[in-house]
């Protein structure tokens, strides 16, 4: 109930204050408009050039990023040897 009162009596003096001050609101209003239309401008080149950037991604042939088996195993190997390494420093530790 008391935000139905409160939006009323906003939306009066709201009201009255457009009707007092016209004048000063249109040039508000002259000076608002062209920030406006530039940001939304700006903002929808923004997204357009992502979206068209999405498109072209799709557009390219999937580039084949499996490593050489010689790799693989060179790694696995390396974890391997880190492995044992660590518990043999574990078993000293202790």
Same mark, same amino acid.
Do not use: N
């Given at each position: 109930?008391?935000? *139905?009162? @409160? &939006?009323?009596? /906003?939306?009066? #003096? =709201?009201?009255?204050?457009?009707?007092?001050? $016209? !004048?000063?609101?249109?040039?508000?209003?002259?000076?608002?408009?062209?920030?406006?239309? *530039?940001? @939304? &401008?700006?903002? /929808?080149?923004? #997204? =357009?050039?992502?979206?068209?950037?999405?498109? $072209? !991604?799709?557009?390219?042939?999937?580039?084949?990023?499996?490593?050489?088996?010689?790799?693989?195993?060179?790694?696995?190997?390396?974890?391997?040897?880190?492995?044992?390494?660590?518990?043999?420093?574990?078993?000293?530790?202790?």
């Amino acid at each position: 109930m008391k935000t *139905l009162i @409160g &939006g009323a009596v /906003a939306a009066v #003096l =709201g009201l009255i204050g457009i009707s007092v001050w $016209w !004048k000063p609101f249109l040039q508000l209003l002259a000076g608002a408009i062209p920030v406006m239309l *530039l940001l @939304g &401008g700006g903002l /929808a080149l923004y #997204l =357009g050039f992502d979206e068209l950037k999405d498109t $072209w !991604k799709k557009d390219e042939p999937a580039v084949e990023t499996a490593t050489p088996t010689e790799d693989t195993d060179k790694y696995k190997q390396e974890i391997e040897d880190l492995k044992k390494e660590i518990e043999t420093l574990k078993t000293e530790k202790a």
